[in-house]
C-alpha cells in the first residue's frame, strides 16, 4: 500500500541554519503531497502541498518541490527561527481522492537561539 | 471563522471501559477524519465519515466504531480499552467534494490506566 517514509528526528538546529528534512514516498498513480505541522500542545496544521510532479508548495518560508523520478517530497527552509520548533508530517493522498491521508511518522525540529 | 473543536481536552478511563470522543467540524465541511497518534507511530487513518456514511476504515478492530450526525458533528467510541489505546485521537474535516486540505483539531487526550 501506499506509505511515507521520513528522517528520523529529533533535529535540532540553531536559529538562522538551513533546514532540509527528507520525505520519500512509494504510492500507485500519482499522489498529491502536504507537508503538515504540530505546534506543542496543536493540532496538525497544513504548511503546504503539491498536486502535481514538479510543483513546488511553499508557505512561510519553506518549500518542498515534488519530485516524481525520486519519489521525494523534502522540506527546506533557508533560515529557521525558534517559532519553526515543531512536529513535521509529510503525508500524501491518492489522485482519485478515494483513500485518506497517510502520514510519516513526523521529524521533530528543535530549534535553539 | 471556528475551527475544527474537539472535547473533552484530557479524558481518563481504565481498562475494559468505553471511551466516547467528539467532534464538530468547520462550519460547511461534510468529511470528518479520525486518527490515532500514538507515541512513536506517527498518525493512523481509523475512520472516514461523509454526508453521514462510513467511508473508509483503517486498520483497527471493530472495537473502535463512530458514527456521524446529521449536523455533520461525530463520535468516536472504543470499547474494551486496552492500554495500548493510549494517545492523542485526532480528527479533521474537509468541505463537500474533496478529501485535500484537511483541517484538524487540537485532539482528544486518551490515557487508559
Known amino acids: 500500500g501506499d506509505s511515507v517514509t521520513q528522517m528520523e528526528g529529533p533535529v535540532t538546529l540553531s536559529e538562522e541554519a538551513f533546514l532540509t528534512i527528507n520525505c520519500t514516498y512509494t504510492?500507485?498513480?500519482?499522489?498529491?503531497l502536504f507537508w503538515y505541522v504540530q505546534y506543542p500542545g496543536e493540532g496538525l496544521q497544513l504548511l503546504l502541498k503539491?498536486?502535481?510532479?514538479?510543483d513546488k508548495g511553499s508557505n512561510k518560508g519553506f518549500e518542498a518541490t515534488y519530485r516524481k523520478e525520486t519519489t521525494s517530497f523534502h522540506l527546506e527552509k533557508g533560515s529557521v527561527q525558534v517559532s519553526d520548533s515543531a512536529v513535521y508530517f509529510c503525508?500524501?493522498?491518492?489522485?482519485?481522492?478515494?483513500?485518506?491521508?497517510?502520514f510519516g511518522k513526523g521529524t521533530r525540529l528543535s530549534v535553539i537561539a | 471563522e471556528a475551527g475544527v473543536t474537539q472535547s473533552p481536552t484530557h479524558l481518563i478511563k481504565t481498562r475494559g471501559q468505553q471511551a466516547t470522543l467528539r467532534c464538530s467540524p468547520i462550519?460547511?465541511?461534510?468529511?470528518v477524519y479520525w486518527y490515532q497518534q500514538a507515541l512513536g507511530l506517527g498518525l493512523q487513518f481509523l475512520l472516514w465519515?461523509?454526508?453521514?456514511?462510513?467511508?473508509n476504515r483503517g486498520n483497527f478492530p471493530p472495537r473502535f466504531s463512530g458514527r456521524q450526525f446529521p449536523n455533520y458533528s461525530s463520535e468516536l467510541n472504543v470499547n474494551a480499552l486496552e492500554l495500548e489505546d493510549s494517545a492523542l485521537y485526532l480528527c479533521?474535516?474537509?468541505?463537500?467534494?474533496?478529501?485535500?486540505?484537511?483541517?484538524f483539531g487540537a485532539g482528544t487526550r486518551l490515557s487508559v490506566l
Open positions: 503525508a500524501l493522498t491518492s489522485s482519485s481522492g478515494n483513500t485518506p491521508l497517510v
Open positions: 504510492a500507485t498513480g500519482y499522489p498529491s
Open positions: 462550519s460547511g465541511h461534510t468529511s
Open positions: 479533521a474535516s474537509t468541505p463537500p467534494g474533496t478529501i485535500f486540505d484537511q483541517y
Open positions: 503539491a498536486t502535481k510532479a514538479d
Open positions: 465519515y461523509d454526508e453521514g456514511e462510513e467511508r
